[in-house]
């Protein structure tokens, strides 16, 4: 599915020794790959910025127990970024998703069903060594 | 080998599910890792296990928690650590299913195909039905009721 971003087409932070610079293509983007990328790591670093920027909602393994849709349609004008999507979204969820227009998705997962994908929305998270630093970027998943 | 459920409902009642594999990890698999952890973690992660619950970082050599290894990584562990519960194989990557395919036990559900390029012998069950499968193709027919 090809639609542009909605709410932000780039986003950047710092976190100590790690960058995270991802440039986003389309209003659903689905980080998948291989283990030990830095998927977790770089969630860990956009929910870090939740304190400061309102327009960012993350959701992880601990929102295990709620019911993800119905958080998902209080929401508006909002990147949200979900890990562990593979076990946290349903497949109602995952329709809603397809179908929102209020919000922006980072989906981090392996699982693109009924999120009505195609391989412009799918990336993988290459990370660079910059010094001390290492940045992670996002670039189409071939 | 291991063997994998596609169904729920086929996974005995004798053996417990478990799908949150890194809360199952941080709060069990990590208190009794051994040397068998130290390969597994080197091979999926690039991390080096340099205490009971510390791994140097392949990042940047940092020295962290083992509770930040690769969800995928954790999952091998878990099967490799537990072979009488199921976990789920969702959240692991090409990697990580390469290792979990060759190890000598263990039990995984998946209700989709999620399978490795280079695959090993695993048993499969679905119903009162166990068979074994060697070949990629095959597993992913099975797995895709296409038989």
Redesign the interface.
């Known amino acids: 599915m090809k639609s542009k971003p909605i709410i932000m087409d780039h986003f950047f932070t710092v976190h100590t020794?790690?960058i995270v610079n991802f440039k986003f293509t389309n209003n659903i983007t689905i980080l998948t790959?291989?283990?030990?990328?830095?998927k977790?790591?770089a969630f860990s670093f956009i929910k870090e910025c939740m304190t400061i920027n309102p327009t960012i909602l993350c959701l992880n393994?601990l929102d295990?127990q709620k019911n993800i849709q119905e958080l998902l349609e209080k929401e508006k004008g909002k990147l949200i970024v979900i890990d562990?999507a593979?076990?946290l979204l349903n497949d109602e969820a995952r329709k809603y998703i397809s179908l929102d227009d209020n919000n922006q998705y980072l989906i981090i997962?392996?699982?693109p069903?009924n999120l009505f994908a195609t391989g412009e929305n799918l990336f993988e998270l290459v990370?660079e060594?910059k010094g001390?630093q290492?940045e992670f970027r996002i670039e189409p998943y071939l | 080998m291991i063997t994998i459920y596609k169904d729920r409902k086929d996974i005995p009642q004798n053996m417990e599910y478990v799908e949150l594999n890194d809360v199952f990890f941080n709060k069990n698999t990590a208190l009794v890792l051994d040397e068998r952890a130290k390969k597994i973690a080197e091979q999926i992660d690039g991390a080096v296990l340099v205490g009971k619950f510390k791994i140097k970082s392949k990042f940047n050599g940092v020295i962290l928690d083992v509770d930040c290894l690769s969800t995928g990584c954790k999952t091998v562990l878990n099967v490799l650590y537990f072979p009488e519960k199921v976990f789920c194989l969702k959240e692991c990557g090409e990697n990580a299913l390469e290792v979990l395919y060759s190890l000598s036990q263990g039990a995984v559900y998946c209700d989709y195909a999620m399978i490795p390029f280079d695959m090993e012998e695993v048993q499969v069950c679905e119903g009162t039905e166990t068979k074994r499968i060697q070949d990629y193709e095959m597993l992913k027919e099975w797995w895709s009721d296409e038989e």
């Open positions: 020794s790690y790959g291989e283990s030990a990328t830095g977790t790591a393994y295990y562990n593979d076990i997962g392996r699982n069903r990370s060594s001390e290492t």
